[in-house]
């Protein structure tokens, strides 16, 4: 079957780095996205990798390891604004996205 | 303001009623989906649409039907609603299915249904 796991909730220290892990299984692979979701509202597009290594935008970051079926967000300089859900998702062969639950991720100052 | 409406916002509706929630975008985007999103669980695929006047199932159709006549607008409809589809509905579109496409959310629709 097709999976996407993330831990449900993590908590972290304005100005400090957190990074949240996802690893998935899919039936082929075609892209991983991770996007925020603030409580409330719709999802809003972060990240998007489909080759190994690190994709770098401002203050979020994000890797992928196609081999070890495993992505992650990096988030530095943590700011209150930060606190949301953040959803992995990855593409399989038939270009479907399969989303993991979300981490809600807790800012505390 | 480019984007995605749907409509209602919320709505309570009595089971085995029929309801239809409303989606339109104007960025002219090729694809379209409907998602729910239910508390501990991933967003689910509904249904899709990669081009007007084609339609698909995803992960969870049943006692859902879709209709895309042009390219702006993407209904869902609930023939006869049961508690079951309590959840929050999110219309989504992109320019494309493949490649980096990046997916543009609508605010959402909450129904509940009793």
């Known amino acids: 079957g097709q999976n996407i796991d993330q831990p449900t909730e993590m908590t972290a220290t304005e100005g400090a780095i957190v990074q949240i892990n996802c690893t998935y299984q899919?039936?082929?692979?075609?892209?991983l996205f991770w996007y925020q979701q603030h409580a409330g509202e719709a999802p809003t597009f972060l990240s998007y990798?489909?080759l190994d290594g690190l994709e770098e935008k401002g203050r979020f970051s994000s890797f992928l390891s196609r081999s070890k079926g495993y992505s992650y967000l990096l988030l530095k300089e943590l700011q209150m604004k930060d606190s949301a859900s953040y959803l992995c998702?990855?593409?399989?062969?038939?270009?479907?996205?399969?989303w993991g639950a979300g981490t809600k991720l807790i800012i505390k100052p | 303001i480019a984007g995605i409406t749907q409509a209602p916002t919320s709505q309570i509706l009595a089971a085995g009623r029929r309801m239809t929630l409303r989606c339109t975008q104007d960025?002219?985007?090729?694809?379209m989906y409907w998602y729910r999103q239910d508390l501990g669980l991933g967003l689910r695929l509904i249904h899709y649409?990669?081009?007007?006047?084609?339609?698909g199932k995803g992960e969870v159709p049943d006692g859902y039907s879709v209709s895309r006549a042009n390219t702006d607008d993407f209904p869902l409809t609930l023939a006869s609603a049961v508690p079951s589809q309590t959840s929050v509905y999110f219309c989504?579109?992109?320019?494309?299915?493949?490649?980096?496409?990046?997916?543009?959310f609508g605010a959402g629709s909450r129904l509940t249904v009793l």
């Open positions: 989504a579109s992109s320019d494309t299915y493949s490649g980096a496409n990046v997916l543009t």
């Open positions: 960025m002219r985007h090729n694809a």
């Open positions: 998702a990855a593409r399989d062969s038939n270009y479907q996205l399969i």
């Open positions: 990798n489909v």
């Open positions: 649409s990669n081009t007007a006047g084609t339609t």
């Open positions: 899919t039936s082929g692979f075609n892209g």
